[in-house]
């Protein structure tokens, strides 16, 4: 009988579990290896367009994910001073008639349940938890992972799923060099009753306004509202899930803006702050048999929402890429790098100039600003903008 093929995956994110899914559905033995001692997520909210809700429900996720998720019926733009308002796109059926899948919201922990509910599922002792990975060695034979507290593991495959700090980008390339986007991310929760009724409307909402931009959509069946504030600032690098901030400074760095915005703001629960840092784009991310996903090869500011789009596309479609080359692993890694660098490379930058557009200085007058929006938002620049993200296909991606 033929040797089953072994993939050591260091990082149980969203990535790392979506790849652990998709491999142990194609019959291969997979091992994850997560420092974290428990499973868990930050609780922020997440959208997921139609483009990683795909590889999700052919991973048989369709009906635990729909239970959690909130499907906001559109999108719209607001003006940051005035609150005018103009429908960015439809979602709902429109997304599912459009593109064959919706677009839905979560809280990000759910999400992060399902997806590890469905790999212990399949191999019930696949996680191994407080596994700090520190390193690997490759031969010609397989690689060996190496754990902080001294055990290794052994494999024929490595894959760092690690995230944007990963350790085993960090021995597969020179150390890392990001740079400070100049935005600091605002974000947290909200109950939803809490919220006067005009919002809690089950839309995502995007203000725009010069130097800043909030976003702010339903989550876990509409009983949370995510809040996501980005604002110009320099003061502040730290790039992490965990810094807590206060609500008068977030309250400071929207002065001027709508009363919706405060609002939101003072019934945020704790409103913490990322420092957005930016980092270009890797021209390879394969190495024989080690190969890195998600966060970890394609970081991304976060103003089109894809960067777990891409790491779901880029586990299922990494899964593809280990079955049809099975007996060439340093191929197969080489042809996952192939069929996903041109498009994860593409929307890094496009979603560098996105936050451009949210935050141009033409949005500080009250006239500038309607037609600025009217002419950045109309509908074929919008369809231009975001139909090649949400058509993408993973079952149909050469590889
Ligand atoms: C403000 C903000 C809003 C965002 N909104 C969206 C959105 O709406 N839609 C969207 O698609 N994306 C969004 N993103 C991006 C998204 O959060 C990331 O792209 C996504 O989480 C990446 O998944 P990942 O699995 O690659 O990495 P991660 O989610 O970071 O997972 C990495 C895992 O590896 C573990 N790990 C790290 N180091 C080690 C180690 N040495 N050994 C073992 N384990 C390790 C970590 O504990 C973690 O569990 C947003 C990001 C930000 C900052």
Known sequence: MRKRIKVLIAGAGLGGLTAALALLKRGCDVQVFEQAPELREVGAGLQLSANGLRPLYQLGLEEALRALASEPSGKEIRLWNTGQTWKLFDLGATSVAQYGYPYLMFHRPDLHKVLADAVRALRPEAITLGAQCTGFEQDEEGVTLKLADGRLARGDLLIGADGVHSQIRGQLLAADQPTFSGCLAWRGVIPMDRLPQRLQRPVGTNWVGPGAHVIHYPLHGGALMNFVGIVERGDWQVESWTQKGTHEECHADFKGWHDDVHELISNVDVPYKWALMAREPLQQWSFGRVTLLGDSCHPTLPFLAQGAAMAIEDGYILARCIEKYESDPALALKQFEVARIERTTKIVQRS?????????????????????????????????????????NVDEVPV
């Open 352 to 392: 560098t100039e996105n936050g451009k557009r949210f935050h141009n200085p033409a949005l500080a007058s009250a006239d500038g600003a309607a037609a600025y929006v009217e002419r950045e938002w109309a509908e074929p620049k919008v369809r231009e903008r975001y139909d090649w993200l949400f058509r993408y």
